[in-house]
């Protein structure tokens, strides 16, 4: 493409956008402006519908909200000790020090009209809570930090500030990139028809697409899905760039939590809920949904009360893993004793720490709990010990949780993909909803470090990254979060997180191997930290976010089954609007609260979106 007809295309752009843009943004179900409507929905008539969430993250918070807001009678079930989802949070010590610790950095884009809603409501969205980012720099692994405003935000204009602040990007290189436009031309169904079964990392190259770009933009954009670009819908990361980039208003504008992920946005939602009248259970584990005559009519809590007993393998090491009752359970013969390879935190498999033979202690990867030999917690979020049991004749029996029944005139199971899949599969209802595409992404590590040396004050509070092996983006936390802004000040150092956000299967090593690597890479961005002394670290190893990978579209399910009764919440369902991650999951919770307000007569909770299509569409 010649720079002349490049230049006219984007010029048109321009045209269109600002057409669309001052005759209001699009929404669905039903359309509303930008601005969500101030005062109370109407109110549900009659009987209050009774409704189970199952899930308590984003989606389960959203959905229940709605409902309460709206009269229903709402019980919120979350299996961890807390809510949240991936975006709760716990704390550890630091030395004499009660710290936060989070899943990982959130940005807070000003696009997630619904989830600031939601905290509007809660009294949550306070400059005390959330302070505005003022750049977005991108760090390379071999080249100089390029520095983008987040204040440009109509298309084209976006687009040309990027490659006009870029050191890396030149008009020319895009003479051949007619298909690198796809980006301004999203179209939902149309864009998914035609590149839904393509990764993104083919398109790019089939595309033309500058190599600058590609490391500029692409993929370090691409990547925060959690998803590898080359395992990444290409049609999923067209909608991700209109969300995010092209069909936004507001552009790259975020928000940083100045207070943690859990004081900021999950209690402020949790007080609200409960002050409408809402119950929330945590350490409540479903194990099925109940049905009578095919309708899904509540949910089972818990097991069946039964004595479970299973054989300890008499010959071999003194260490062995068996399962129990769907329990993993790792045998210490030579103490006499099970151990629940369970964590008490939120259920990940811990992993026995071993020494010639003898047990050492239980390391969980998934948040970085510790225990001892004797299962007793140590370090990490962790507060109750792992369950044991003694090892009699051979044999280790123990009683299943008595189970409890809620009946429900629906259920909304708002779980992240594996609880979602193995609940349906569970409770026999994955032959009438197809979870073959409820799957999750790469491994994803976080790694906080809480250092002796400070920061300089001029960097930035969070870089994107590019070019490194393993590190996609840094946060300087102590640069922005009120308990880790106070540490620093106390002890003269800084805290620091790290984040490799898709592990490809030939780079996955153990979370320890990682979190160092990781910190040798950061020390490019942040040189002053070269020989630092690392007071204490937090490491996360997870596998928990949604996977986007080409053709899972067509079989992902939406918020409505074929099952009576039965409701989908998450980012992992499939949504008509160009939303994704945190707002993604909002979104759906409140298109699950409308099916129920539907179900009963009332009107729909307004949703607003950005604009439904991209401005060259």
Known sequence: MRRRRFLKVLGTGAAVAGVGIGAGLSSIQPRADWHVPNGPRSRLNGAAPRVVVVGGGLAGLAASTILAERGA???????????????????????????????????YFHQYANLRALLGRAGALTPEAFSPASSYPIAFADRPLEVFGTQTTLFPLNLLDVIRQSQSLRFMEFRDAHELLELARFDGARTFARFDDVDFATWAREARVPRGMIDLILRPFGETTLNRMERLSTAEALKFFHFYFMGSPTGLGFD??????????????????????????????????????????????????????????????????????GRPLLCDRARGVAFDLRCTHQGCPVKPVVDGGALQGFDCPCHGGRFDKDGTPTGGPPKAPLERFPIVDGRVAFVQPQSERLTADAVIVACDTTGARGLLQRSALDDR??????????????ARFWVATPVRPDRSAFYTTSRFRYLDSLAVYSAFQEDAVAWARRTGGSVVEVHAYAIADEDLADATTIAMTMWREMLQVLPELEGARIVHREVQLQRTFTRFAPGDHARRPGTV????????????VKVDAPVALMEGAVVSGILAANAVLAAHGAPPEPIPTVARRGPLA
């Open 73 to 107: 009678s709402v019980t919120l079930l979350e299996a961890a000790p807390h809510l949240g989802g991936k975006v709760g949070g716990w704390t550890t010590k630091v030395g004499d020090d009660v710290v936060s610790v989070e899943h990982g950095f959130h940005g």
């Open 256 to 325: 940083l939590g100045r207070r943690d992920s859990m004081a900021a946005v999950i209690h402020p939602l949790e007080a609200r809920l409960k002050a409408l009248g809402g119950s929330i259970r945590t350490q409540a584990r479903v194990s099925s949904l109940s049905t009578t005559s095919g309708r899904v009519d509540g949910v089972v809590i818990g097991e069946s009360g039964a004595v479970a007993v299973v054989d300890v393998p008499a010959d071999g090491p003194d260490l062995v893993q068996i399962g129990a009752g």
């Open 433 to 446: 909803v197809d979870v073959t595409s409820v799957q999750e992404s790469e491994p994803f590590c976080v």
């Open 561 to 572: 089954t074929d099952v009576p009764g039965l409701l989908l919440a998450g980012d992992w």
